[in-house]
């Protein structure tokens, strides 16, 4: 694979970075994942919106546009000539030795699909407060996930495929790496912004989905001791779109859920 590195197309083994640089030495910089189909990136638009608006509160300019980021990532795409795949786009303060306080670094990340269940997958619910997460308000794709990654690899530990945090007043929140949704009686629940989590891409669009097949939608706050009532649940992300998720001593038909799942992908299909 070859990598965008501030400027330069760089093989993998050759990309480099400063350990001044405020992305590795601090944590100090966004990213997005984008995932593209036939070498068009999803949601490209709804992805760049949320990345300069990361840019924007945290403080970090950049001397190019919406479109000369798009530029870049196609360059990525074709020179790896791949036609299915992920794209990670980071952004970083740059240099903390740069007495240019507007500087800046952008790396771009390529990689092929990984293999996504096409089986319900095991979710364990876990306390946020094990875990040293961070959160942000307004929410943005910050860099440091150091939270995440731990709840991730205990999850890998236990051969669970993803948590499901719950915060201290017993509401559930997100997923380490992404978002998670229930069904009950024809209505489609996930939990409200005003936790603290992340506005996804694929939760925005599945919210869409599920209201055009006639499902009535909540973002709320959902107790940890109701969704053991739900009929369904789902988690979903911009890598493995969306999988159905069970956990212990509970089991589902996945009715809607896999109706849902059959429109996300035709629309990501036809995107």
């Known amino acids: 694979m070859k990598y965008y590195i501030n400027g330069k197309?760089?093989?993998?083994?050759?990309?480099?970075?400063?350990?001044?640089?405020?992305?590795?030495?601090?944590?100090?910089?966004?990213?997005?994942?984008?995932?593209?189909?036939?070498?068009k990136?999803?949601?490209?638009?709804?992805?760049i919106d949320r990345l300069y608006n990361g840019l924007k509160i945290s403080k970090i300019k950049i001397d190019k546009n919406k479109n000369q980021i798009l530029s870049i990532l196609n360059k990525v795409i074709n020179i790896n000539n791949l036609s299915s795949g992920m794209l990670k786009l980071i952004i970083t303060k740059g240099n903390e030795n740069n007495l240019n306080k507007n500087d800046f670094s952008i790396f771009v990340i390529i990689k092929p699909f990984y293999e996504v269940s096409e089986v319900p997958v095991k979710i364990l619910f876990l306390d946020e407060k094990e875990f040293p997460l961070i959160r942000y308000n307004p929410a943005?794709?910050?860099?440091?996930?150091?939270?995440?990654?731990?709840?991730?690899?205990y999850c890998e530990s236990m051969n669970v495929f993803e948590s499901v945090?719950?915060?201290?007043?017993?509401?559930?929140?997100e997923c380490a790496m992404r978002n998670?949704?229930?069904i009950k009686n024809k209505v489609l629940y996930t939990p409200s912004l005003d936790l603290?989590?992340?506005?996804?891409?694929?939760?925005?669009?599945?919210?869409n989905i599920a209201s055009d097949l006639k499902l009535e939608v909540k973002e709320c706050h959902i107790p940890l001791n109701g969704v053991k009532l739900m009929d369904e649940a789902f988690i979903s992300s911009t890598g493995i779109g969306l999988v159905e998720c069970y956990w212990d001593?509970?089991?589902?038909?996945?009715?809607?859920?896999?109706?849902?799942?059959?429109?996300?992908?035709?629309?990501?299909?036809?995107?």
Not at 165 to 173: D, E, H, Y
Not at 196 to 207: D, H, K, N, T
């Open 140 to 153: 943005i794709k910050s860099m440091n996930y150091i939270g995440n990654i731990m709840a991730k690899e």
């Open 196 to 207: 603290g989590i992340l506005a996804g891409i694929m939760r925005s669009l599945i919210i």
């Open 41 to 47: 990136i999803f949601s490209y638009t709804n992805h």
């Open 180 to 182: 998670i949704f229930f």
């Open 249 to 271: 001593n509970w089991k589902s038909d996945y009715h809607y859920s896999k109706r849902i799942k059959k429109e996300l992908f035709n629309r990501i299909k036809n995107n």
């Open 9 to 39: 197309y760089v093989k993998e083994n050759d990309a480099k970075i400063s350990i001044h640089d405020m992305g590795f030495a601090y944590g100090y910089g966004i990213f997005e994942t984008m995932r593209f189909d036939k070498k």
């Open 165 to 173: 945090f719950f915060n201290q007043n017993k509401i559930v929140t």
